[in-house]
């Protein structure tokens, strides 16, 4: 329908739609009004929505403004359909951009973040978001960050935060040392520079002690998406397998040192076929092993160079692999043979065991380097269908010790000469697995252990801008955390960033006392990652100003878990795993019962430009929300948001959405206004004296109103306005086709007031000007209750039904609602009566409601 046509004989007396007086009008009373203040109100159930908060670094784009839209519809609607609603914002306020910018303009960190914190909040207003700002705080307030310190001491009490010297990814670009999770595909999560591997003295979080709790209850999490769980399963990386006891053997090879090498495997079963064992260049028994001897010098080169490789690329099966021998052996518990002792790039000193038995014919890494260094292939697995099959089938002894063949077998098959274990099926988990690793056992020459990919949380960065570790170095006492009373170690704010200088150089916060001996003492000047700060915010937004504890335990019992938890997929692992575990270890020091924190978890999809590419400053294409507000006010691109696509999916900005998304909201405006004047509140609803207009549009009503709620419950946003614009345009076609004296004055009533509330969570300011001036309510509609629909007044007194002739669609038929099969068959053997004739019907299938099919030949 055009814009203009049906307004016409509407139009009279309707005031226009003007969205910044409108919107400028409500969100200050709304403000006076302190309509978003948390109630507090137990007799009502809880529901806790929260988005994920931003890092503040300039106003906000496009990705914020979809993410607060989602969150905002669902938390006004939870609020209209009765629960008692928590609806917080605040900021990840500390981290490096902050102190970049701060560093190139001359100025303090805490200003420019504050700055942008200001401008955010401006933006978040003007969208008409129902966050509750009494409860807004910034990880960079000291009452906040204090509690974070306060949690690090607790951890480190209980043995779950430690230093260590090991080597660490230390990013050359951001001057700072990263978490594993922050290398992602081989390269710094934030500036994309390949980090350096650096051994340096770090503090880290025991996230490993928690690795099959975390892995375990992501079963429990059925409100997540398949994706971020498998991302996780993933990351965490449970693998069984054994460790099996290699004998170091003396120089001349054969005799026993009893120094034992043990090796990681998953793959017991290969034992026999063990040609070659390998340890990584960074490990101590390599360099001992070569040390003095002629082997020595390659073995450097080889070190120094593997040193330049991420450890993503090492393990890259396509990277061609380097080796050196140590010229030792090392004897294998299963059969005695000595194995040449190799030094290779390709394994890793940080999982397993950091040694690995090589067997070339079921690993293709392994393969690999046998084939180029000419080490042995033996042959001790096969596929029946393997020609070798035949002729090894039976063989115990180690007889053929190298074949020439293309690649790995993928060590599918059965054993052979292995020994009493030939014949034995083998593969991960086999029978075979389990023969050779109990026999091993018995022995105690080896054991099953389950190894997880996930490794501990390296914490420390040597920037400024973050929540300092509260710990003091004292030569004397070691690492002594900072009394509880001296909490929290506040950060500087007058270090000259702009020349350079950190807290490491900067003696009025290092140059501190013992607190345990009194002594002078040096405090630590690492800050703490900005994640731990991100990871238990969404506690604090229970009970913000507390100022005695982090929170009380029963604020987070009322509000936690998160029942909505809405952002971007890019936390997949990170945040999300580190929040999980944040909560797991606060469960355990008894502050909260739950060790899950977000039960339903949303991941919006990304909002990309008219030509589906990513927004970026670079590529110079993002649309600031400030473009769409201007023009259409904050409802428009609410509506277009929410209407464009479904959450979870990507799309595709464009200036088309908004304008249709802006005539809908205008001609829903004069719809409502035109039921508005027809309509009155108190007219009792006597349904049976409805004409049929009224009728259908008092039927529209309650259909489109049940589709809209289950569509609201999902979380499809875009089928709930698709449905609200189909009752909208039943109402336009009601009002045109009506005369004005003949309309039902309780049913323009209910149309218009359902509209108006529908359309609250997406549309606030439009929706609360139409309760008002249109509906003549006083309160806000942000308050009323979500209407109820009735499923009996929603039915249609015809369905449509689908007449098929050997399961092909030949017609549709309008029938009664509540014909019988009988009837539908009737009609609708009647419906295709041509394309039967002739025919000798052979069987009819008739699913009322929906289609009946004719088999006839
Ligand atoms: C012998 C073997 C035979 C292996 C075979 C595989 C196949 P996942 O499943 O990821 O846990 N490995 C062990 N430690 C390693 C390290 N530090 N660096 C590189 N590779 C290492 O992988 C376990 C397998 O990865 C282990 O099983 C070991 O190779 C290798 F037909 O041992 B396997
Ligand atoms: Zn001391």
Same mark, same amino acid.
């Given at each position: ?119 955010? %909040? ?208 090392? %004897? ?48 001790? %697995? ?186 971007? %997929? ?90 249709? /998304? ?168 009647? /419906? ?26």
């Amino acid at each position: 329908m055009s814009d203009n046509s049906e307004t016409e004989r509407n139009d009279a007396g309707i005031p226009s739609y003007d969205a910044q007086a409108i919107e400028a009008r409500w969100q200050r009373s709304w403000e006076e009004d302190g309509l978003y203040k948390t109630d507090e109100d137990p007799s009502r159930p809880k529901k806790y929505v929260l988005e994920m908060f931003p890092y503040p670094s300039g106003d906000l784009h496009m990705g914020h403004a979809r993410n607060y839209t989602i969150g905002d519809a669902m938390a006004r609607q939870a609020r209209m359909r009765g629960f008692d609603v928590l609806h917080p914002m605040g900021f990840d306020a500390f981290g490096l951009p902050a102190e970049n910018a701060a560093i190139k303009h001359n100025t303090q960190a805490s200003r420019w973040t504050h700055q942008n914190i200001a401008q955010a %909040i401006k933006t978040m207003k003007r969208m008409g978001f129902s966050y509750d700002y009494d409860r807004t705080f910034n990880t960079c307030d000291p009452e906040y960050y204090r509690w974070g310190q306060w949690m690090f001491i607790k951890m480190w009490e209980k043995g779950l935060a430690y230093r260590a010297t090991s080597p660490v990814n230390w990013c050359p670009h951001c001057q700072t040392v990263l978490a594993n999770e922050q290398v992602v595909d081989g390269r710094c999560w934030r500036c994309g520079t390949v980090p350096e591997k650096r051994e340096l003295s770090q503090w880290y979080l025991k996230i490993t002690d928690y690795a099959q709790e975390l892995l375990d209850d992501l079963d429990r999490l059925e409100g997540w998406p398949e994706n971020v769980k498998a991302q996780q399963r993933n990351w965490i990386g449970r693998s069984e397998g054994a460790e099996i006891d290699f004998q170091l053997a003396d120089k001349d090879g054969t005799t026993p040192t009893g120094r034992t090498l043990t090796c990681f495997t998953t793959r017991a079963d290969t034992l026999f076929g063990v040609s070659f064992l390998v340890l990584p260049p960074e490990s101590s028994l390599a360099a001992e092993l070569v040390a003095g001897s002629e082997h020595e010098a390659a073995y450097l080169e080889l070190k120094s160079a593997t040193e330049k490789v991420s450890s993503v690329d090492r393990q890259g099966s396509a990277r061609e692999k380097h080796g050196v021998f140590t010229g030792r052996f090392a %004897i294998n518990p299963i059969n005695g043979r000595p194995a040449p002792i190799w030094v290779a790039d390709y394994v890793l000193m940080d999982y397993g065991t950091g040694a690995v038995m090589g067997v070339p014919c079921g690993d293709q890494r392994d393969f690999d380097f046998a084939r180029k260094y000419g080490l042995e292939i033996a042959p001790i %697995i096969c596929k029946k269908e393997d020609p070798l099959y035949e002729e090894l089938k039976d063989e115990r002894e180690l007889r053929v010790l190298s074949v020439d063949w293309d690649g790995a077998m993928d060590a599918e098959g059965y054993l052979v000469q292995s020994g009493e274990f030939t014949g034995l099926p083998g593969g991960k988990h086999s029978e075979a697995v389990e023969a050779i690793v109990s026999w091993l056992k018995e022995r105690g020459l080896g054991r099953e252990t389950v190894q997880f990919r996930l490794r501990d949380w390296l914490i420390s960065r040597q920037r400024y801008w973050g929540n300092p570790i509260p710990m003091i170095h004292c030569d004397c006492c070691g690492d002594v955390p900072v009394p509880e009373e001296d909490l929290p170690v506040t950060l500087p704010d007058d270090l000259d960033l702009g020349a350079g200088q950190t807290l490491a150089e900067y003696a009025p916060f290092y140059e501190t006392t013992c607190p345990r001996c009194g002594r002078p003492a040096r405090r630590i000047t690492d800050t703490m990652d900005t994640f731990t700060c991100s990871s238990w915010y969404y506690l604090r937004y229970c009970d913000p100003h507390n100022e005695g504890i982090p929170f009380s335990k029963e604020s987070v019992d009322r509000w936690m878990p998160v029942d909505n938890y809405i952002g971007g %997929i890019e936390h997949a692992i990170l945040h999300l795993l580190y929040s999980r575990f944040w909560t797991k270890v606060l469960r355990d020091l008894g502050m909260i019962d739950e060790g899950e924190p977000f039960t339903n978890l949303l991941c919006q999809g990304m909002v990309k430009d008219a030509n589906g590419e990513t927004m970026s400053k670079s590529k110079g294409n993002v649309v600031p929300p400030s473009s769409v507000i201007e023009p259409y006010g904050a409802d428009t691109m609410r509506l277009a948001i929410l209407f464009v696509a479904p959450p979870e999916k990507d799309f595709d900005w464009d200036e088309e959405a908004v304008q249709g /998304a802006n005539r809908f909201i205008r001609r829903a405006w004069r719809v409502v206004w035109g039921l508005a004047c027809a309509a009155d509140a108190s007219a009792p609803l006597d349904l049976a004296g409805l004409d049929d207009a009224s009728k259908e549009l008092n039927r529209s009503v309650h259909e489109m109103g049940l589709r809209c709620t289950a569509d609201f419950d999902r979380g499809q946003f875009n089928t709930a306005i698709s449905a609200c614009m189909e009752l909208v345009n039943a109402a336009s076609k009601y009002l045109n086709e009506t005369d004005e004296d003949g309309r039902s004055a309780a049913v323009c009533h209910r149309a218009a007031h359902d509209i108006v509330t529908m359309l609250a969570p997406i549309c606030p300011h439009w929706a609360e000007e139409l309760f008002h001036e249109a509906l003549g309510q006083t309160g806000s509609v942000y308050n009323e209750p979500w209407p109820e629909f009735d499923p009996s007044q929603a039915k249609s007194d015809t369905v449509e039904i689908v007449v098929q002739l050997k399961g092909k669609i030949r017609a549709r038929i309008n029938v009664p609602a509540d014909a019988g099969a009988e009837e539908i068959e009737a009609r609708g053997r009647s /419906a295709i009566a041509d394309q039967l004739a002739g025919k000798d019907v052979k069987k009819v299938i008739v699913v009322p409601g929906k289609l009946v099919n004719i088999v006839a030949v």
